[in-house]
């Protein structure tokens, strides 16, 4: 009975917190629809609520800003735009500070989160899951001897929280893993094992 109510377990938690996940965000992204006058919402129009359509808006939203942004009209209007934000005390830090993640982790060209790594951490003889973020920059190189690599490690089973830290190249094994099939085995704390790689390398040899 035991086994049976553990397999029940196994179907519907997983279920259970995708349909949670699938209604936070859309939820979330319904509120666009305050954006609308209430006589367009689909509650005026239709007399029901539906669900998604701000989710669709929203998606709508960004698609089109994406699209402007790439001529030259579009993007001085962003560069007002930010102007304008730079002005602001508290709301310049906050947005500057987002901007800067965002660009980093988006960037195609970057280099944040393409690589999972191996290394030995809180203390020698620990092993645990991370992903390489890039390099030391600023003064923070000055105090550095040899070759660095700044690394994310993230807790389980919530990846979004985490440390960073700055460790010697020749201590990171850079592993022939997909950051997907990371982030699968570190959210279910070491229960869901990714397929043997073949091309594991120490990244400082």
Do not use: C
């Amino acid at each position: 009975m035991k086994r049976y109510f553990i397999t029940g377990l196994l179907i519907w938690v997983p279920l259970g917190i995708t349909v949670w996940v699938l209604k936070f965000l859309i939820g979330t992204m319904d509120q666009s629809l305050l954006l609308l006058p209430s006589s367009v919402h689909p509650e005026t129009l239709l007399g029901v609520h539906i669900p998604g359509v701000g989710t669709l808006l929203t998606l709508l939203v960004v698609f089109v800003s994406g699209l402007l942004t790439t001529n030259i009209i579009g993007q001085r209007l962003l560069l007002f735009w930010e102007g304008v934000l730079w002005r602001i005390p508290v709301v310049k830090s906050i947005y500057y500070g987002v901007k800067q993640v965002s660009d980093t982790l988006f960037s195609s060209q970057g280099e944040a989160f393409r690589k999972a790594l191996l290394v030995q951490y809180p203390r020698q003889g620990s092993w645990t899951i991370a992903f390489m973020t890039g390099q030391p920059g600023g003064d923070v190189v000055n105090y550095l001897k040899g070759e660095y690599v700044s690394v994310y490690v993230p807790t389980t089973p919530n990846p979004t929280s985490g440390f960073f830290l700055m460790m010697p190249k020749s201590d990171v094994i850079e592993l022939d893993m997909s950051v997907d099939a990371a982030l699968k085995y570190i959210i279910s704390m070491g229960v869901v094992s990714p397929d043997n790689g073949n091309g594991k390398k120490n990244s400082g040899q």
